[in-house]
Structures are given as C-alpha cells and as structure tokens.
C-alpha cells in the first residue's frame, strides 16, 4: 500500500515532496509524475532545480516532456534541465545536439526540443506500427 508515501506528498517541505515522488516514480506510482510535474514548476528556482537533476537521475522517458517544458527556464534550472536530457540522449548525441545548437541559447533549447519531438515520434511509432504506414 503505497497511501501512506502518497501522505507525504502534502507536506509543506519542499524537500519531502521532492524525495516521495522520486520514490514514487521509481516505484512505478503515477502519482509521483504527477508530483515532479508540479514540483517542476515551483515558483523557487532551486527546487526546479533538484526536480531536472532527479530526472536525469531517474531515467525514466516518461520525464522527458517534463524536461523539455523546463527548457522555458532560465539560468540554472534550463541548464540542469539540459545536463538532464544528456543522460537520456547518450555522448554522442548530446556532444551533437550541443555542436547545432553552439553559440545560442535560442538555437541550443530548439535543437533539444526538436530532438525530444523526434525521439516521441519513433516512441509513437514503436508502439503503433500502423501509423507510419498510415501516414505514407
């Protein structure tokens, strides 16, 4: 029973919050996306943060839009959100992504967003053989 660990989700600690979705998450609970989602979004900088650090840690691609949205940030949190994205994306796309979007800011946050809509698509794809045929 997982009701007790989804209490802790109303705490008024920040930091509680954040560890009981990681758990959550890890334990396979919806509940804990839902939590990172809305922690995702806080108004305090640090903990946008640790929520971006705790997905790339997490790995779980269920995150990644997550990820993309808090490339809207600024300063730190895009950062964290972007370092997170490496960890999804392997060396070698990251080292890619990173030469295309050299430079800019701008240019940097459209080549990880074009990478996550690319990486939805195959996701999509794998999970409904039918819809690549159906788009020809």
Do not use: C, H, Y
Not at 100 to 110: D, F, I, P, Q, Y
């Amino acid at each position: 029973d997982l009701e007790p660990l989804r209490w802790q989700l109303r705490s008024d600690s920040d930091q509680i919050q954040l560890a009981t979705a990681i758990a959550l998450v890890q334990l396979g609970d919806a509940d804990g996306v839902l939590a990172l989602q809305r922690l995702g979004t806080d108004d305090d900088p640090g903990v946008r943060i640790q929520v971006a650090s705790s997905i790339g840690k997490l790995g779980d691609p269920k995150l990644i839009p997550l990820l993309i949205d808090m490339l809207n940030d600024r300063g730190a949190v895009q950062r964290t959100a972007i370092d997170s994205l490496e960890q999804f994306a392997g060396e070698t796309t990251a080292r890619e992504i990173e030469e295309e979007g050299a430079g800019s800011e701008t240019r940097l946050v459209a080549a990880w967003k074009s990478w996550a809509a690319q990486q939805s698509r195959t996701a999509r794809q794998s999970a409904d053989p039918t819809q690549e045929a159906g788009a020809r």
